[in-house]
C-alpha cells in the first residue's frame, strides 16, 4: 500500500471521504435520492460507525426547479390574463391552457422513453418551447372562430381554417427547430451543456405543434 499523504478530519475524527459523480445523462436528483437511501442502510448495518451526506448538488438543482414551477405558474397566469383581455371569450384561456397541459406532460413522457434526464436545461428549453404553442394554438383558434362566424357546417369551417394555416404554421415552426440543430454538432465539451437544452427546445415544439392541430380544434367543435 501507498504511504497515505491526505488526512480528512470531522470534529478531530479520521473519516473517509467517497465522491460520487454523475455520469453524462444521469439525473443527479435520483443518484442523490439512492445515496441517500444507502446511508440510511449502512447506519442500520453498521451502527459503530457515523456516515453523512458531507455536500449534495442536488439542493442547488431542486431549489431552482422550485423557482422554475413558481415562474410556470405566474407565467400560466399571465397567458391566461393576456387570452381573456384579448380574445375575450372565457372558454380561450382553458382551451389554450389545457394544450399546453398536455404538451407539457407529452413532453416529459417522451423524455422518459428515450431516456433523457430532466434538469435545468432541457425545462429550460421545455419552456421556450411551449410559448410556441400558445402562438399556434392563438393563431388556430382565432382562425377557427372567424370561419365559424359565417355559419355553416361547423366541421366543414373548422376543418378548412385548420387547413388555411397548417402550411404558414408548419413553416415557422420547422424553421425555429433549425436553429437548433447545430447545437448537436458541435465540440463535444460544449456539446454536453447545450445539447439537453436543444433537445428540450425540438420535443417541445414539435409536439406543442402537433397539439395545436388537434387538439385546439377538436376542442373548438366540442366546446
Partial sequence: MSERNVYNRINGEPRIMI???KEPGGSIINIADEVSRQIELFHEKLPQLTFRLEYDQSEKLRLELSKLSEQSLISIL???????IFVKRL??????????????LTVIFAFSLLDISLNTLTLS?????????VDNSIVIYDNCLYH????????DKVGYAVKEVT???????????AVFIPFFFLPPGLKEIFYNFGIGM?????????FSLTFIPFAVLKF
Fill in 91 to 104: 372558454k380561450a384561456p382553458f382551451l389554450i391552457l389545457s394544450s399546453i397541459i398536455f404538451s407539457v
Fill in 167 to 177: 402550411v404558414p404554421l408548419m413553416g415557422s415552426t420547422l424553421t425555429t427547430m
Fill in 78 to 84: 399571465g397567458v391566461f390574463l393576456a387570452l381573456l
Fill in 125 to 133: 428549453g421545455l419552456a421556450l418551447g411551449i410559448g410556441m404553442l
Fill in 202 to 210: 425540438l420535443f417541445s415544439i414539435l409536439i406543442s405543434f402537433i
Fill in 19 to 21: 465522491e460520487i459523480i
Fill in 148 to 155: 365559424l362566424a359565417s355559419g355553416g357546417s361547423k366541421l
